[in-house]
């Protein structure tokens, strides 16, 4: 993310967790990563897992610890019953073709099962991904601020089919 401008973040969205080479194969081999393929050319993806795996940086437990006063459609949000979603990264030349909605609901398909309820963080600086998101159903359930930057809390319920995916 360091690399980018503003304009280009403001116009393109970004992601903010550091995955070495070493993570990310951790995460392929135990089958969190959803890609899509074009060309034999990764276009997109999206990671999703339990909690500990995430608590390496900082801010996950930090917002971990703020579930107690997530309030989401009844549920009392915890580590045990949720898992963090993201991140998610489409290529430039692919958004807006609904990529995002199929990734999600093959984890969510995957996931469900598991944990009824998906959760994670969007920097406020990120509205591509903000606008993105919501269009898939997740709501907003907090703000808070880490390191001198603001976020939105997100929730999403796993039973809840994403919206178009057949359009």
Not at 43 to 50: E, I, M, T
Not at 98 to 104: A, G, M, P, Q, S
Not at 111 to 119: D, G, Q, W
């Amino acid at each position: 993310m360091s690399e980018l401008s503003d304009e280009q973040k403001a116009n393109n969205g970004f992601v903010t967790t550091p995955f070495t080479e070493e993570l990310l194969e951790e995460i392929i081999g135990l089958g969190w990563a959803f890609v899509t393929e074009i060309e034999n050319q990764v276009v997109a993806y999206l990671f999703g897992g339990p909690w500990p795996f995430y608590d390496k940086w900082p801010i996950f437990p930090y917002m971990t610890a703020r579930f107690p006063s997530w309030q989401f459609k009844g549920w009392e949000i915890t580590t045990e019953n949720s898992f963090q979603y993201g991140p998610v990264c489409i290529d430039a030349n692919h958004r807006g073709k609904k990529i995002i909605n199929h990734l999600f609901e093959a984890m969510r398909i995957d996931f469900v099962s598991k944990y009824p309820l998906a959760a994670t963080f969007i920097n406020q600086a990120n509205p591509i991904s903000t606008k993105a998101h919501l269009k898939l159903g997740w709501e907003i359930v907090d703000e808070f601020e880490y390191n001198e930057n603001h976020y939105y809390g997100l929730a999403y319920d796993m039973s809840d089919e994403v919206p178009h995916l057949h359009e």
